[in-house]
């Protein structure tokens, strides 16, 4: 393809030379005068300058287009962006007034020397890059190249105060091949232009906020490899809304529910077990977000690990005030049923006293037969003795039995202060570790 265009430029040429000056506002002169009719110039292999020794300055702007995703687990982050590179080439120089006022030439990328610019940090695949197959010329030898690119680059993120976090990252450009003398990069723009410009055009950003994007000149000197480098930073920082809907505010719902559920009298085991269990399935979302990889533990992790074991705490309290509870309980029933058991003997004793005389009655219709008043007497006598024994034997077991329930009321108010200030003191931690962070980027 690129024979028969040669061919083709070839045979034009030589119908142009053979017409003279009459052709001089066509590009095509001005490709003949710079000597770029021919594919396999030394222009394109050649670092275009005249000494040597002579540094070429690469000026390549950077902005982005979009922040696609960021993969906390893979530690990468997915940007969209556009690169523009600047230089000069010392050959390729014309006077515009000679070819009728023609101050732009835009040649195939493949005519030219090009910086071998890579970054560092990329890890996407080659087809994601897609380069402008022109490139563009200007009077004084300044050639621009352009191109956009779906990169994906690893980024260490910090996750400490996930979901109040900013990450910076770095996007380091530099030369493969050429050491610091013969190629440095620089930007055309500066950095508060190339940050401004990125945020007027960002399209999408996704949950993350683009804060600032810095711009470092890097060099780097060994003996003899010296490398120029130009590392853009960006900041982004996170839109927390959605965690603080889907994970903190439930969190806090089910501490505040496991706190109240002091109050609940009777049974409240199985509550406090069911809340547990809506913690759990919260902790799995969570262990889907972050990365096993943080050697520190974040926040949110340890907040969640808290709550869990507050409310775990509080089911073993539960459980003991359950069983301590229970030993009363037990006691004070055996004491009971004794107590029931000599109730039901009496009356059956009293049955047994009564049934002759109801006999009696039922036999001898008319004037009754009456218990002699003796009888009577002993009979109200043993009522009293035993309503007496009953009740002292309940004083009895309402003291011995007591004590356990006064203790599990002094562990359960102790308990219950406890818990309290312990969830107020973390709250007004991480309230400080997060809202602060979060607060003071907000104003950077
Ligand atoms: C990013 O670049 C800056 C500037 O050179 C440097 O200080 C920082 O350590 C780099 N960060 C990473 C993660 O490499």
């Given at each position: 393809m690129s024979g028969l265009m040669t061919l083709a430029f070839l045979a034009v040429t030589a119908a142009g030379v053979s017409s003279s000056?009459?052709?001089?506002?066509?590009y095509l002169s001005l490709l003949t005068h710079l000597n770029l009719?021919?594919?396999?110039?030394?222009l394109s292999i050649?670092?275009?300058?005249?000494?040597?020794?002579t540094t070429t300055v690469v000026s390549l702007d950077m902005v982005l287009y979009g922040i696609l995703e960021v993969d906390e687990k893979s530690q990468t982050v997915t940007t969209h962006v556009q690169t523009q590179m600047m230089w000069r080439n010392e050959f390729l120089r014309w006077n515009s007034s000679n070819f009728c006022g023609i101050e732009m030439l835009t040649v195939p990328r493949k005519m030219l020397w090009v910086p071998d610019v890579s970054i560092q940090e990329d890890t996407s695949d080659t087809g994601s890059i897609q380069n402008s197959p022109l490139v563009t010329l200007t009077t004084d030898g300044w050639v621009f190249a352009g191109g956009r690119q779906r990169l994906t680059t690893t980024c260490q993120f910090r996750?400490?105060?996930?979901?109040f976090d900013t990450q910076s990252c770095n996007i380091s450009f530099g030369s493969m091949n050429y050491n610091a003398e013969s190629m440095t990069l620089r930007t055309l723009n500066s950095e508060e232009t190339l940050s401004l410009f990125s945020e007027l055009i960002m399209i999408t950003q996704g949950e993350w906020e683009l804060l600032n994007m810095k711009v470092t000149y890097y060099f780097t000197e060994s003996k003899n490899l010296s490398q120029s480098k130009l590392i853009y930073t960006v900041i982004i920082m996170r839109k927390p809304m959605l965690y603080v809907i889907n994970l903190i505010v439930p969190l806090f719902y089910f501490l505040i529910l496991d706190l109240a559920s002091?109050?609940?009298?009777?049974?409240k085991l199985s509550f406090k077990v069911t809340v547990l269990l809506s913690i759990s399935v919260l902790l799995l979302i969570l262990q889907d977000m972050?990365?096993?990889?943080?050697a520190k533990l974040p926040l949110m992790a340890s907040f969640c690990v808290w709550v869990f074991t507050l409310v775990w705490l509080s089911i073993l309290e539960a459980m003991l005030i359950d069983f301590l509870l229970g030993l009363d309980g037990c006691c004070g029933n055996n004491a009971q049923n004794a107590v029931n058991n000599q109730e039901v003997e009496i009356q059956l004793e009293g049955n047994s006293h009564k049934d002759p005389s109801a006999a009696e009655e039922r036999g001898q219709l008319g004037p009754v037969m009456k218990p002699s008043e003796g009888e009577l007497l002993m009979l109200i006598l043993e009522e009293v003795k035993v309503a007496r024994m009953e009740t002292e034997r309940h004083v009895k077991d309402d003291r011995k039995p007591g004590r356990y329930t006064r203790l599990a009321q002094i562990i359960d108010s102790v308990y219950f202060v406890l818990y309290f200030l312990n969830v107020v003191s973390y709250l007004v931690y991480l309230n400080t570790a997060w809202l602060g962070s979060y607060v003071s980027n907000k104003k950077e």
């Amino acid at each position: 393809m690129s024979g028969l265009m040669t061919l083709a430029f070839l045979a034009v040429t030589a119908a142009g030379v053979s017409s003279s000056e009459m052709s001089d506002c066509s590009y095509l002169s001005l490709l003949t005068h710079l000597n770029l009719i021919q594919t396999d110039s030394p222009l394109s292999i050649m670092r275009p300058v005249k000494n040597w020794t002579t540094t070429t300055v690469v000026s390549l702007d950077m902005v982005l287009y979009g922040i696609l995703e960021v993969d906390e687990k893979s530690q990468t982050v997915t940007t969209h962006v556009q690169t523009q590179m600047m230089w000069r080439n010392e050959f390729l120089r014309w006077n515009s007034s000679n070819f009728c006022g023609i101050e732009m030439l835009t040649v195939p990328r493949k005519m030219l020397w090009v910086p071998d610019v890579s970054i560092q940090e990329d890890t996407s695949d080659t087809g994601s890059i897609q380069n402008s197959p022109l490139v563009t010329l200007t009077t004084d030898g300044w050639v621009f190249a352009g191109g956009r690119q779906r990169l994906t680059t690893t980024c260490q993120f910090r996750l400490y105060l996930f979901p109040f976090d900013t990450q910076s990252c770095n996007i380091s450009f530099g030369s493969m091949n050429y050491n610091a003398e013969s190629m440095t990069l620089r930007t055309l723009n500066s950095e508060e232009t190339l940050s401004l410009f990125s945020e007027l055009i960002m399209i999408t950003q996704g949950e993350w906020e683009l804060l600032n994007m810095k711009v470092t000149y890097y060099f780097t000197e060994s003996k003899n490899l010296s490398q120029s480098k130009l590392i853009y930073t960006v900041i982004i920082m996170r839109k927390p809304m959605l965690y603080v809907i889907n994970l903190i505010v439930p969190l806090f719902y089910f501490l505040i529910l496991d706190l109240a559920s002091f109050f609940i009298r009777g049974e409240k085991l199985s509550f406090k077990v069911t809340v547990l269990l809506s913690i759990s399935v919260l902790l799995l979302i969570l262990q889907d977000m972050l990365p096993s990889t943080e050697a520190k533990l974040p926040l949110m992790a340890s907040f969640c690990v808290w709550v869990f074991t507050l409310v775990w705490l509080s089911i073993l309290e539960a459980m003991l005030i359950d069983f301590l509870l229970g030993l009363d309980g037990c006691c004070g029933n055996n004491a009971q049923n004794a107590v029931n058991n000599q109730e039901v003997e009496i009356q059956l004793e009293g049955n047994s006293h009564k049934d002759p005389s109801a006999a009696e009655e039922r036999g001898q219709l008319g004037p009754v037969m009456k218990p002699s008043e003796g009888e009577l007497l002993m009979l109200i006598l043993e009522e009293v003795k035993v309503a007496r024994m009953e009740t002292e034997r309940h004083v009895k077991d309402d003291r011995k039995p007591g004590r356990y329930t006064r203790l599990a009321q002094i562990i359960d108010s102790v308990y219950f202060v406890l818990y309290f200030l312990n969830v107020v003191s973390y709250l007004v931690y991480l309230n400080t570790a997060w809202l602060g962070s979060y607060v003071s980027n907000k104003k950077e």
